[in-house]
Every structure is written in C-alpha cells, then in structure tokens.
C-alpha cells in the first residue's frame, strides 16, 4: 500500500469526470460487494436470469432480469418497461435495501439528492457477451441520472457522445466501480466490448452490472 491508497482509504472512491454530467466513483461499492451479490442471487432466485430477443430478432449475449417496481423486457413487439415479468406473471422481485442505498447515495456524490430509482436492470456478462453502441431512452424522465454498478471481471466500455457517429472514448470498469449518468451524457451513446475470459475471486467468470433507473 502506498501514500495514494491511504489518501484513497481516508477520503473515500477516487472522482473521475467521464464526461458532462458522468461521474465514475471508482471503488464506491466495494464496502458492500458481499450484499449486492447475495441480492442478486436472491433476485434470481424469483425471477432467473434469461436471454431476450430485440424487436429485429437477435438473441441478446448478456443475460438479464430486474428488480423493482418495473424491469426492462425486449421482445418483437419492442423495448420497454414492464411491471411483472413475462416469464411468471408475478412484480419482479422488490429492490434489495442495498441496492437502493448505494444507488442514492452515489447520485447524491454526485449532485443529484433526490435520486430514488423505480427499476435496477441486472446484466450478466459470461465471456464473449457483448452491449453494441445504444442510448438508454425507454424512461420516462431524462432528467433524472442512471447509476451503474460493475462487479466481478472488469470489462472495456466505450462511451461516445449525443450522436452514434461521435467518436468513443474505451474506460476499464472494475469490480466495486460505479458511474452516475447524469445531465446531457445521460442520453450519449455507449456500449461494451465482449467480455475476455477470466477468473474473478467473487464471481468466477462473470461480470455483473447493475443499473439503476427511473422508470416509470
Ligand atoms: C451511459 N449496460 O444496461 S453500464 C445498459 O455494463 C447498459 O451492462 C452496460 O448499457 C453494462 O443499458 C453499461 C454503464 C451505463 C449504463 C447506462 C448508461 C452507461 C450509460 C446510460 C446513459 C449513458
Ligand atoms: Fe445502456
């Protein structure tokens, strides 16, 4: 440990601006890795983690399932926000308290006090799983940031701007790393390349993330 880990240790997660309005809080959910991963099996325990297919057909590579007062479904008829899951019928399971304590408290870091999400999308990457370039508009209210939390194998992400032809920057995101999402990167363009192999103490050879959003 040098005097850079000290200083981190004392004054919380390293701040990085990725861009308008995107903070990355390197390391801020390290102090509940143990929780978030338990919410995450308890979540799939409920409602398992499943393949979708986009509107074009294409089976996604990264599994996924929700949690909270809506999930995000994609199936012929399109993409959007659902209040039970399709596959049981049941509301997707509620929203671990420690889930949303890291989700507000992160955005309150960052400037938005008043973030509380209504739906937390859980991506499971496995080696080779890839997100091409999107931008995340199937919410009500773009106003309001989206906070992600990485965890597991690190992955490269690319981040562009407002318009699909901008050029990408490529960050590493880390086990324990998180990034709120606000103001106008809140509606840029991003993705991830697919996921290299590999072994991470936690998860084995995932990478989870977690996203937090208003919804509904
Ligand atoms: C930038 N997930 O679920 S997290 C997604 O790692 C998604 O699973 C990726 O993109 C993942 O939609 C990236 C980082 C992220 C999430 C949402 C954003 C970046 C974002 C929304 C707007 C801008
Ligand atoms: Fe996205």
Redesign the pocket.
């Known amino acids: 440990m040098d005097l850079f880990d000290l200083a981190g240790a004392a004054s919380g997660p390293a701040r990085e601006d990725m861009g308008p309005g995107?903070v990355l809080l390197r390391g801020r959910a390290l102090a509940s890795e143990r929780e978030l991963l338990a919410g995450i099996a308890a979540v799939a325990a409920e409602a398992p983690f499943r393949h979708m297919r986009t509107p074009g057909g294409f089976e996604m590579s990264?599994a996924m399932t929700s949690c909270g007062e809506a999930g995000w479904v994609t199936d012929r008829r399109g993409y959007r926000y659902e209040r039970c899951d399709p596959a049981s019928g049941a509301p997707w399971p509620p929203m671990p308290e420690v889930f949303a304590a890291l989700a507000q408290a992160s955005a309150a870091e960052a400037g938005f006090p008043d973030f509380a999400p209504d739906a937390c999308?859980i991506?499971r990457?496995a080696p080779g799983a890839r997100?091409s370039l999107?931008?995340?508009k199937d919410e009500q209210d773009f106003s309001r940031p989206?906070v992600?939390v990485?965890l597991g194998l690190p992955?490269t992400?690319q981040?562009g701007g407002a318009a699909r032809s901008d050029p990408v920057r490529k960050y590493e995101?880390r086990h324990g790393d998180v990034?709120v999402?606000g103001g106008p990167?809140?509606?840029?363009y991003?993705?991830?390349l697919r996921l290299k192999d590999g072994e991470h103490p936690l998860t084995g050879g995932l990478r989870y993330?977690l996203?937090f959003r208003g919804a509904l």
């Not at 990167?185 to 840029?188: A, G, I, M």
């Open positions: 995107a990264v999308l991506n990457y997100m999107h931008q995340d989206i992600s990485s992955c992400f981040f995101l990034v999402w990167s809140r509606l840029y991003h993705g991830v993330n996203t």
